[in-house]
């Protein structure tokens, strides 16, 4: 009888090792995530016109959607899209105005993955790319406007590198809850003209990008 337990428990082993990928080489993921950015930014000074001050982009909260070609079991290929809204604050010598300005982001990103365990129900995976940052619609503020009259506001564009890691679990054959956790390198040179008096800054933000949310298997 114990013989017997062996052998049947032996049996449902195999079983479950040999159960096939959750995805197999060819298949799409679709993932849709609410994400959270957390900039953790470092800035130059505003200069020539502000020694002492420094720049601070607040945190965003928005959906994000992706997608990821599966070459293999192991290995995945994801396309990020997503746009966030972010302000730009003064600090320092610049924190009387607390609002510098506003604008839109646009960061297309493309990750390699390695997926660990693709036989499981909790599947881990890291990921590694690149990212290009597009910085739209900035606008200066209206409490840097009252401070120093009408400005014109450029951020310039930023190529930087990727960090990824998270993990897919299962709740059905065919829709998982994904987390995901990321961080891009990106920076960028802040332009201000004030009736032709120009201030620049360079401002590292590099934010973490903290993501939840289900995925689809098409």
Avoid: C
């Amino acid at each position: 009888m114990r013989t017997h337990k062996i052998l049947a428990l032996a049996a449902v082993s195999a079983a479950i090792v040999a159960s096939p990928a959750y995805a197999e080489k060819g298949d799409v993921l679709v993932r849709v995530r609410a994400i959270v950015v957390s900039p953790t930014e470092r800035s130059s000074a505003v200069t020539p016109g502000f020694p002492g001050s420094k720049l601070g982009v607040s945190d965003a909260v928005m959906p994000e959607i992706d997608f990821t070609y599966m070459a293999t079991k192991h290995i995945g290929a994801e396309l990020i899209l997503a746009t966030t809204e972010h302000k730009i604050e003064g600090r320092g010598t610049l924190s009387g105005v607390p609002k510098i300005a506003k604008t839109w982001v646009l960061p297309p990103t493309l990750t390699l993955q390695y997926h660990f365990l693709p036989d499981t129900k909790i599947r881990p995976y890291v990921g590694a790319g690149v990212n290009y940052t597009i910085f739209y619609a900035s606008k200066a503020d209206s409490d840097l406007v009252r401070a120093v009259g009408p400005t014109n506001v450029h951020l310039s564009n930023s190529f930087g590198y990727v960090l990824q890691a998270g993990t897919d679990i299962d709740i059905t054959k065919k829709v998982f809850l994904n987390l995901d956790i990321k961080y891009v390198g990106l920076k960028t040179n802040a332009r201000l003209n004030t009736g032709g008096a120009i201030n620049t800054a360079r401002v590292d933000i590099d934010p973490l990008i903290f993501g939840i949310g289900l995925g689809f298997k098409l």
